[in-house]
């Protein structure tokens, strides 16, 4: 018995250590040039591939880097598990973003990244009702949703933040998921199903699981998956977390339905009473309605909102915690702008007044991006750019957005973390509408650019410094005794906060 349980666990490990080797072979070999552009991240001539690929997995900022500083104006190659990324310079983005997603798609490049066959992130190549509707709903009724959001923070305060006026150590960036989960909820679902705790579980857990399940199928190559799918478990989670969704989602449907028949609610309601679902429900085609297919689209957007929403908070307190002497001007602003504000509106008259706390949110964000290239296009024909440069079908192509972020001939002294830099470029005459977040441009690329930039983008600004002037005014922040500033951990392109950090955190008397 002891004897076949020791040979089935040796012939397991000799079955996962073949994999490997025959995976890393296949990389290997895989290496055709299609593009004409010089590989970045080998150390020497004879270095094979797949190290220089296993390398990308922990060290994509200093092979970014090697490439951006030799070849900055032009192009070159950064080779991770699972493509070969074309990473273009910054001059190419005037000719590329107004290109539409039948030429050049963000989409297909999201779902390449996620690796959506498996991870039930092709969705959004079936459609695009979940960019429709906050082109079409959210953004042109920002006011009424940010309100909505705005409860739900409120709500988050009272029940996810202790209230104890000594200090308390927290993980803050778990209570700044929830907090954003509630208020995504909100927009999305209305009230009461944003304070469904099952829901607000399954759009944090969906994005780890997302997470989990793509990096590791992009550490294999693509005729593995079928077979590597099936063992995942972050893989059947995903399943399931998209089951319960659908338990939540389904009888919403119904409810919106019902409301119809008996015509309490119609397609032209105030956008108060319509939940960004049921302004789905409304505008959907074909099968976009089924319950199904729903509850992942829902999931798929609190995965694109809530995640960078909430990262963008955390790393903000963790750089206020590192640079303690700037809470005082914030709060300043924030007292001053909130004043009287029973006479005023929030997202015409505060939101956009907090210039100080925006450019300390874009510092932050300079040095902390979630991704180190955006935006990410896919080409989905052979392209050839005004100056010959041929991009294949199917090739992946990026821009370096975080090495753009820290060329000193783009801004000066990049390396100094200068919370009020754009707040004083916004001072200078003719620039007072410049250099604001949501403004993508070749040098600002945190929110992607062009036709295709983040269509969430005004609601995730509202969103992250309604919740930040909410923690200044009422709370105090530091980091516990001998600590400061948490590490970023980096897997592939992506980046995130040590999700073991803590903070600590008091109530303001
Ligand atoms: C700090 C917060 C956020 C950051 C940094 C961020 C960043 C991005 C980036 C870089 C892209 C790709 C754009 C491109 O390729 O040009 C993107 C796409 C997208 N974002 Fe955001 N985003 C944020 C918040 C949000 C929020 C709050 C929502 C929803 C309300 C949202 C919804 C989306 C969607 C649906 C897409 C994909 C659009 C498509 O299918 O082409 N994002 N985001």
Redesign the pocket.
């Given at each position: 018995m002891i004897a076949s349980k020791i040979l089935f666990h040796n012939s397991t490990i000799l079955f996962c250590i073949c994999t490997l080797f025959f995976a890393l072979f296949y990389s290997s070999i895989k290496n055709r040039r299609r593009v004409k552009a010089p590989f970045v991240g080998y150390r020497t001539w004879f270095e094979p591939t797949f190290l220089v690929r296993l390398r990308f997995v922990k060290n994509a900022r200093e092979i970014l880097t090697s490439g951006y500083e030799k070849y900055k104006d032009g192009i070159f190659i950064v080779r991770r598990n699972d493509a070969d990324i074309l990473v273009l310079s910054n001059k190419y983005l005037d000719e590329i973003r107004l290109l539409p997603?039948t030429v050049l798609s963000?989409?297909a490049?999201?779902v390449n990244n996620l690796v959506g066959k498996y991870t039930y992130a092709s969705i959004?190549l079936e459609s695009?009702l979940?960019?429709r509707v906050?082109q079409s709903q959210?953004t042109p009724n920002l006011g009424v949703y940010i309100s909505k959001a705005t409860v739900e923070l409120e709500h988050s305060l009272k029940n996810d933040v202790p209230s104890s006026e000594g200090w308390i150590e927290v993980n803050i960036q778990s209570i700044v998921q929830t907090m954003v989960s509630r208020m995504?909820g909100a927009?999305f679902l209305g009230y009461p199903a944003c304070r469904n705790q099952e829901w607000l579980k399954l759009s944090v857990k969906f994005s780890i699981d997302i997470f989990r399940t793509s990096f590791t199928l992009r550490m294999f190559p693509r005729f593995m998956h079928p077979l590597l799918a099936i063992v995942i478990p972050s893989r059947y989670r995903i399943r399931q977390h998209i089951r319960e969704a659908e338990k939540i989602i389904a009888p919403l449907i119904l409810e919106h339905r019902e409301k119809q028949t008996l015509g309490a609610v119609a397609k032209s309601s105030s956008p108060e009473d319509v939940t960004l679902l049921t302004w789905m429900l409304d505008n959907a085609t074909g099968t976009e309605a089924d319950p199904t297919e729903m509850a992942n689209r829902q999931l798929i957007?609190t995965l694109?909102?809530i995640h960078?929403?909430s990262?963008?908070v955390t790393h903000t307190l963790y750089d206020l915690c590192a640079h303690p002497e700037y809470f005082d001007p914030l709060r300043e602003e924030i007292r001053n702008v909130f004043k009287d504000l029973d006479e005023k509106d929030l997202l015409r008259d505060c939101i956009p007044q907090l210039q100080k706390l925006e450019s300390f949110i874009m510092e932050s964000?300079r040095f902390n991006?979630?991704?180190l290239m955006?935006?990410?296009?896919t080409a989905m024909r052979d392209i050839t750019l005004r100056d010959g440069t041929f991009i294949p079908v199917g090739q992946a192509i990026s821009f370096p957005s975080a090495n753009i972020a820290m060329d000193p001939l783009v801004i000066p002294n990049p390396e100094i973390f200068d919370p009020f830099r754009s707040y004083y470029k916004r001072k200078q005459p003719g620039q007072e509408r410049r250099h604001l977040m949501v403004l993508t441009d070749k040098n600002n690329?945190?929110?992607?650019?062009?036709k295709?930039?983040?269509?969430?983008?005004h609601?995730?600004v509202a969103?992250?410094k309604t919740i930040l002037a909410r923690f200044l005014m009422d709370y105090e922040f530091k980091y516990p005794p001998g600590k400061g500033r948490p590490r970023n951990f980096f897997v592939d392109d992506n980046i995130f906060p040590d999700p073991s950090a803590r903070l600590m955190i008091r109530r303001r008397v």
């Open positions: 997603n963000s989409v490049s999201q959004m695009n979940h960019t906050l959210l995504s927009a957007l694109a909102s960078t929403t990262l963008a964000q991006p979630p991704i955006t935006p990410q296009r690329l945190a929110f992607g650019h062009g295709q930039a983040c269509p969430g983008r609601f995730a969103e992250i």
